[in-house]
């Protein structure tokens, strides 16, 4: 079932995600953001205005970011979108979840905001050379957690990406959250298992800009 949505729904995300300490994207902020990185609208997108983002910044460098499809001048979440969480490192893209606009798009859009939060603010440091790891994606897609630093180890060393959710190496033990991105897994394989059946392109989940990004290092590839 799609969500439609409503302005009272928009409230719901807005004030959960202030609560969790996001702060609203402003006006002034996209247009800076838009000229450095040199964002044009694509062109297979019909444009319809801004959509309200929010974003929860940390001193070393990794911030979350939360696209919530919702268009303020409108008063309406935007028609056939979804919701996108992403973890960037600066202007990169390092993560991204979409949220589908199902029935429970209000609830998943802000546990995903707060499982990202929680892998920023617990941004593991290696326990080989005490720097901070970085975010690696194996071929099958799945993240996790490492440091590649010759210069103090031959090996690189690895994290498990949900080690602060499954109480190992050094993380504490969320189950609740555990069981919801377990629940978000297996309804992604379902889904995509439905689709085959279908005759549906169930190809990657890779983010699609709404903007084409001309400077190629801030693409995520
Ligand atoms: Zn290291």
Redesign the pocket.
């Known amino acids: 079932m799609f969500f439609t949505g409503s302005p009272e729904n928009f409230l719901e995300i807005r004030s959960e995600l202030l609560k969790l300490g996001f702060k609203e994207k402003t006006l002034t902020q996209f247009r800076n953001d838009f000229a450095r990185l040199d964002f044009h609208p694509s062109s297979n997108r019909e444009y319809d205005g801004r959509e309200v983002g929010f974003y929860y910044s940390l001193p070393h460098g990794w911030s979350v970011f939360i696209w919530t499809s919702y268009l303020s001048h409108l008063k309406r979440f935007r028609k056939n979108d979804a919701g996108r969480a992403l973890i960037l490192d600066r202007d990169r893209i390092l993560y991204s979840v979409k949220i589908n606009r199902g029935r429970n798009f209000v609830r998943n859009l802000i546990v995903n905001a707060w499982i990202l939060q929680v892998r920023v603010n617990e941004r593991p440091i ?1 326990c ?2 005490e ?1 901070y790891m970085n975010i690696a994606t194996k071929k099958t897609g799945a993240h996790y957690f490492v ?1 590649v ?1 010759p210069a ?2 031959e090996k690189s ?1 690895s994290k498990d990406w949900d080690f602060n959710f499954k109480g190992v190496d050094g993380g504490k033990h969320r189950p609740k959250a555990l069981e919801f991105m377990e629940l978000r897994r297996t309804l992604r394989v379902l889904s995509r298992k439905n689709n085959r059946k279908k005759g549906y392109d169930v190809g990657g989940k890779r983010f699609q800009p709404r903007w084409e990004i001309r400077k190629l290092e801030n693409r995520l590839n």
């Open positions: 290696c080989a050379c720097k440091c630093n103090k180890h060393v």
